[in-house]
């Protein structure tokens, strides 16, 4: 008989957390992809909560969440396009947390001949690749980049914006650009190009990707506990591993 009432219990609980449990649509910057896809079945396995990306470029998955996307959270890699939301109360109060950083590097093809070892070396390419420099923050970046430089007059009409920084890497990938400027993370998941050079960081804009829960989700806890997951210990290994610099400290602890 108490045999047949823990197992009464157990399936209770069972039932509880199943129908406590929720699934979260995250929108998520492109560059984000490898390290969030390998944090899914570690979130599932420490919440109980299933989540479903939605990745893109910062800019378009914004403009998706004004309009009424039902996304539970939403991973940026630009500050601004957060900045947007927060001003129109799709974000949830205090969840907005800097979570990474990166870094700019020019990329070309692997079997690329010839020099590129700095911005005025991009002057004498015939095709650049960059995500859409009037919209996608990789682009913005690189192209504050590039205006700082003083070359950006000289290179502007030789870019070929893609969509996000992901299609501006395949560009490079498939030998259609000369070179593209794209984030380290990126570049370093690829084996198809090589690190021609990395932007030095005093000459290039400041990265933040911040995350916050979204208001206007149908898995409102999901995408909050999405948000403090992403602060752990764990995830924090996975983002330093696949590149980004992590930002602030790990969830309940003080920065170090």
Same mark, same amino acid.
């Given at each position: *008989?108490?045999?047949? &009432?823990?197992?009464?219990?157990?399936?209770?609980?069972?039932?509880?957390?199943?129908?406590?449990?929720?699934?979260?649509?995250?929108?998520?910057?492109? +560059?984000?992809? #490898?390290?969030?896809?390998?944090?899914?079945?570690?979130?599932?396995?420490?919440?109980?909560?299933?989540?479903?990306? @939605?990745?893109?470029?910062?800019?378009?998955?914004?403009?998706?969440?004004?309009?009424?996307?039902?996304?539970?959270?939403?991973?940026?890699?630009?500050?601004?396009? *957060?900045?947007?939301?927060? !001003?129109?109360?799709?974000?949830?109060?205090?969840?907005?947390?800097?979570?990474?950083? #990166?870094?700019?590097?020019?990329? %070309?093809?692997?079997?690329?001949?010839?020099?590129?070892?700095?911005? @005025?070396?991009? /002057?004498?390419?015939?095709?650049?690749?960059?995500?859409?420099?009037?919209?996608?923050?990789?682009?913005?970046?690189? !192209? @504050?980049?590039?205006?700082?430089?003083? %070359?950006?007059?000289?290179?502007?009409?030789?870019?070929?914006?893609?969509?996000?920084?992901?299609?501006?890497?395949?560009?490079?990938?498939?030998?259609?650009?000369?070179?593209?400027?794209?984030?380290?993370?990126? $570049?370093?998941? +690829?084996?198809?190009?090589?690190?021609?050079?990395?932007?030095?960081?005093?000459?290039?804009?400041?990265?933040?990707?911040?995350?916050?829960?979204?208001? /206007?989700? !149908? $898995?409102?806890?999901?995408?909050?506990?999405?948000?403090?997951?992403?602060?752990?210990?764990?995830?924090?290994? %996975?983002?330093?591993? &696949?590149?980004?610099?992590?930002?602030?400290?790990?969830?309940? /602890?003080?920065?170090?």
């Amino acid at each position: *008989m108490r045999a047949f &009432h823990l197992s009464c219990a157990l399936l209770l609980f069972l039932v509880t957390v199943s129908a406590r449990a929720e699934k979260a649509l995250v929108f998520a910057a492109a +560059s984000t992809t #490898n390290a969030l896809q390998e944090l899914a079945p570690a979130f599932t396995k420490a919440t109980g909560h299933e989540v479903a990306f @939605a990745f893109g470029a910062s800019s378009d998955l914004a403009r998706q969440a004004t309009a009424g996307a039902p996304a539970d959270a939403f991973l940026s890699a630009d500050a601004l396009k *957060m900045d947007a939301l927060e !001003k129109v109360g799709l974000v949830q109060p205090g969840t907005r947390v800097d979570l990474l950083s #990166n870094r700019l590097v020019v990329v %070309v093809p692997l079997g690329a001949k010839g020099q590129v070892a700095g911005a @005025a070396d991009l /002057k004498g390419l015939k095709r650049l690749a960059l995500a859409d420099p009037a919209a996608v923050p990789a682009g913005v970046y690189a !192209k @504050a980049w590039l205006e700082k430089a003083g %070359v950006w007059k000289d290179v502007g009409p030789k870019v070929v914006p893609a969509l996000d920084v992901r299609a501006a890497l395949s560009a490079v990938e498939a030998g259609r650009v000369d070179a593209g400027v794209v984030y380290a993370t990126d $570049a370093a998941q +690829s084996k198809k190009v090589r690190v021609a050079f990395a932007v030095p960081e005093t000459e290039a804009p400041r990265i933040v990707y911040p995350v916050a829960a979204l208001t /206007k989700g !149908k $898995a409102p806890e999901a995408g909050q506990a999405f948000v403090r997951f992403l602060r752990s210990d764990e995830a924090r290994r %996975v983002f330093s591993r &696949h590149g980004f610099l992590v930002l602030g400290a790990a969830a309940g /602890k003080p920065a170090p």
